[in-house]
């Protein structure tokens, strides 16, 4: 990157902060910066609150919990308990994919809530959670087990939802895990999934250790995939192909028995390090079993964690690792000519939470696009760390960007496509410039695996390159 474009991407920081009171600037100075070759981080602060009047696109711990790790276990009801509101919105947003017959045995897009009214908020919520629990009962007898994802309110009036779980799992026999994710707790959603991690932790995985299971060398887990159109099932295809054994993939289309089966891994691999870290740290505290992180995006990386996972074993499994990237090179090479000449020089700007705003680069460099801009919305310090891997001298980096920001960085950069959530996506394309939701790949996927990266690339294009831009031009410049 030359030093003309450093400095220009530091001078709009620097013009976008002087819009801010002073106070505010001076806050917000600490969450970008412009990248530089050969630091160990990205150089902006993370993981605090965000400054009130500023508006942020980050969720609660209630989406960090309910909406990523507990949601997508198929063969348990989830219950928000609270308002309706919560659950509403909270109803099927993110695709996670998941075998089973709707309310015979998976619950995955039903939303069950105990619509908590003022006079449950005066007199408590304990009696009707109980209740609620025996209605699952009577109808939904096949389920596995019952989440509780408390909203703000029963952090508030203090509902005991863990006498609750305790009673009920007694008389029910099953797993009910009190879930205290209360929304206001916390900075975003990230604390959601540290919470979640835990009751996983202490009412399925420790409590579930020492039942029989008959196990194989070559054992992992899938960590961290939510399955979002697929993804888990097209990443799975190439473990089991190069020769290891799938026993379990958290959370998307897992079911208890799946989670019971944590501590018998040989390794652990994660994909959303982010959301799931903490339980594989527990898992090889207590059970010794060792964790990597893995990135199926694009052939790149593919190959390369292929042949990285593959070193935790032996001949067997490198062999097998060989061969399947053997098999599927053709297929990735008729990709990259497909749409490579389409794509190349394109320039990107990414704005996501998890992984994506890492993982996905080298997808976008396999096309010969450029990822120009990038930043999370509920990092940590290490994610920026390992984000140095991914990203070039001079790249823009924003954590927890305000809508303004944001705006201000793609109306100055003008980039050929933005990968951002669903709260960025229309006011992105009336600003004429095309748009991929990275939060649910925009009702596409799987993006996962080289089946994924068909789709993928495919998908980059028809929003680069759709007709559509030329057709039409934002308010402001058609005037």
């Given at each position: 990157?030359?030093?003309?474009v ?12 002087k819009e ?9 100075a600490?969450h ?23 508006m ?19 063969d ?5 308990h ?17 075998t ?5 045995n ?8 105990s ?6 908020i005066?007199?408590?919520g ?10 699952i ?12 994802m ?26 009910v895990?009190?879930v205290r994710?209360?929304?206001f ?13 835990d ?17 194989t ?6 960590v ?20 290891l ?17 944590g ?29 990597m ?13 292929l ?12 062999d097998g ?9 053709p297929?990735?090479?008729a ?10 020089g ?14 996905v ?6 096309l ?62 009336k ?8 939060h649910?790949?925009?009702?596409s996927?799987?993006?996962h ?17 759709s007709?559509?831009w030329g ?9």
């Amino acid at each position: 990157m030359t030093v003309d474009v450093k400095a220009e991407r530091k001078a709009l920081i620097e013009e976008v902060l002087k819009e801010y009171p002073e106070k505010t600037a001076k806050k917000r100075a600490k969450h970008l910066n412009v990248y530089e070759e050969g630091k160990p981080d990205c150089g902006v602060k993370s993981n605090v609150k965000s400054i009130p009047g500023v508006m942020t696109v980050r969720g609660c711990a209630y989406a960090g919990a309910k909406g990523v790790v507990w949601g997508p276990v198929k063969d348990m009801v989830h219950v928000s308990h609270g308002p309706v509101g919560c659950g509403h919105y909270s109803w099927s947003q993110r695709r996670n994919y998941s075998t089973g017959i709707t309310g015979v045995n998976s619950w995955v897009t039903m939303q069950v809530t105990s619509d908590f009214q003022e006079k449950d908020i005066v007199f408590g919520g304990d009696k009707k959670l109980d209740k609620l629990i025996n209605e699952i009962e009577t109808l939904f007898p096949l389920n596995n087990g019952v989440s509780v994802m408390s909203e703000c309110p029963i952090g508030l009036i203090g509902d005991d939802i863990e006498a609750v779980a305790k009673k009920k799992a007694k008389e029910i026999g099953k797993v009910v895990a009190p879930v205290r994710c209360e929304g206001f707790r916390g900075v975003s959603q990230s604390l959601g999934h540290h919470i979640a991690n835990d009751v996983m932790r202490d009412y399925v995985v420790d409590k579930a250790a020492d039942k029989p299971f008959e196990g194989t060398p070559y054992d992992v887990v899938i960590v961290g995939d939510y399955n979002i159109g697929g993804d888990a099932w097209a990443s799975r295809i190439l473990l089991e192909e190069m020769g290891l054994r799938v026993i379990a993939q958290w959370s998307g289309d897992a079911s208890v028995a799946e989670m019971e089966r944590g501590s018998k891994a040989k390794l652990n691999l994660i994909h959303c390090y982010r959301s799931m870290n903490y339980i594989c740290r527990h898992m090889e505290e207590k059970y010794g079993i060792p964790w990597m992180e893995y990135n199926f995006f694009g052939p790149s990386q593919i190959a390369k964690s292929l042949r990285a996972i593959a070193e935790q074993f032996d001949d067997k499994i490198k062999d097998g690792a060989e061969r399947v990237i053997a098999k599927y090179q053709p297929m990735a090479d008729a990709i990259l000519a497909k749409y490579k000449p389409r794509l190349e020089g394109k320039r990107i700007m990414l704005y996501v939470g998890g992984l994506r705003p890492r993982h996905v680069a080298d997808a976008y460099g396999d096309l010969g696009m450029e990822v120009i801009g990038t930043g999370y919305e509920f990092a940590h310090g290490d994610d920026y760390q390992r984000t140095t891997k991914y990203v070039k001298d001079g790249t823009l980096i924003y954590d927890d960007v305000s809508e303004f920001e944001l705006e201000k960085f793609i109306e100055r950069l003008q980039p050929d496509l933005v990968g951002s959530g669903i709260k960025e996506k229309y006011g992105t394309q009336k600003m004429g410039v095309p748009f991929r939701q990275l939060h649910s790949w925009d009702y596409s996927g799987p993006y996962h695996g080289y089946d994924g990266f068909a789709i993928f690339a495919r998908d980059m294009d028809l929003a680069v390159n759709s007709p559509v831009w030329g057709l039409t031009k934002a308010p402001w410049k058609a005037a």
